[in-house]
T-cell receptor, first 115, second 115 residues
Framework: AQKITQTQPGMFVQEKEAVTLDCTYD???????LFWYKQPSSGEMIFLIY??????QNATEGRYSLNFQKARKSANLVISASQLGDSAMYFC????????????FGKGTSLLVTP | EAGVAQSPRYKIIEKRQSVAFWCNPI?????LYWYQQILGQGPKLLIQ????????DSQLPKDRFSAERLKGVDSTLKIQPAKLEDSAVYLC?????????????FGPGTRLTVL
């Protein structure tokens, strides 16, 4: 069964606008971590933001924020004030357990930022 | 601080040939992961090492894939013999394997094409 679901294969956003990339997850483990990575055309996976299952507040990192809705099992990434350099693939991933475990990735969302 | 290093960046081989990839993790990172990313999909774990011991290799096709991490630092991933379906990007990642985010940092990947 798919543990991470990203339903948007592709998204467009205009420069300086905000965009939300959806992610839902499935786990029965009470302890887990949720990650978002950016993968530009160069291929490297760049860590953006992390949310732990016990964290009370939504994570934020600069222009990135994570809209964590635990009861709905969703962890949407919000990018504010989009820039042309944000055009890339975005992957949501989950680690079940406290630490030291591998990530389960979604299929990704391709984001294109237009001028 | 130097990131995760991988080589080669690109490799083209014919089916039934063998190939090896090398990874040098971030200094001090105990855990090392090899992921396979097929075009249009998210990365999938092949094998995970904790120091020089294997933690998870349940998704490694052991009839053709092998990996080792001698002395708990560098790692090599080998495919012998290669099949057409092995065409993918092979990503190496490392993490501290400590409490909390235990963020995985990825190398630039090796893009393998099997003809």
């Amino acid at each position: 069964a798919q543990k991470i679901t990203q339903t948007q294969p592709g998204m467009f956003v205009q420069e300086k606008e905000a965009v939300t990339l959806d992610c839902t997850y499935d786990t029965s483990d009470p302890s887990y971590g949720l990650f978002w990575y950016k993968q530009p055309s160069s291929g490297e996976m760049i860590f953006l933001i992390y949310q732990g299952s016990y964290d009370q507040q939504n994570a934020t990192e600069g222009r990135y924020s994570l809209n964590f809705q635990k009861a709905r099992k969703s962890a949407n990434l919000v990018i504010s004030a989009s820039q042309l350099g944000d055009s890339a693939m975005y992957f949501c991933a989950m680690r079940e357990g406290n630490s030291g475990y591998a990530l389960n990735f979604g299929k990704g969302t391709s984001l294109l930022v237009t001028p | 601080e130097a990131g995760v290093a991988q080589s080669p960046r690109y490799k083209i081989i014919e089916k039934r040939q063998s190939v090896a990839f090398w990874c040098n993790p971030i200094s001090g990172h105990a855990t090392l992961y090899w992921y396979q990313q097929i075009l249009g999909q998210g990365p999938k774990l092949l094998i995970q090492f904790q120091n020089n011991g294997v933690v998870d290799d349940s998704q490694l096709p052991k009839d053709r894939f092998s990996a080792e991490r001698l002395k708990g630092v560098d790692s090599t991933l080998k495919i012998q013999p290669a099949k057409l379906e092995d065409s993918a990007v092979y990503l190496c990642a490392s993490s501290l394997a400590s409490w909390g985010p235990d963020t995985q940092y990825f190398g630039p990947g090796t893009r393998l094409t099997v003809l």
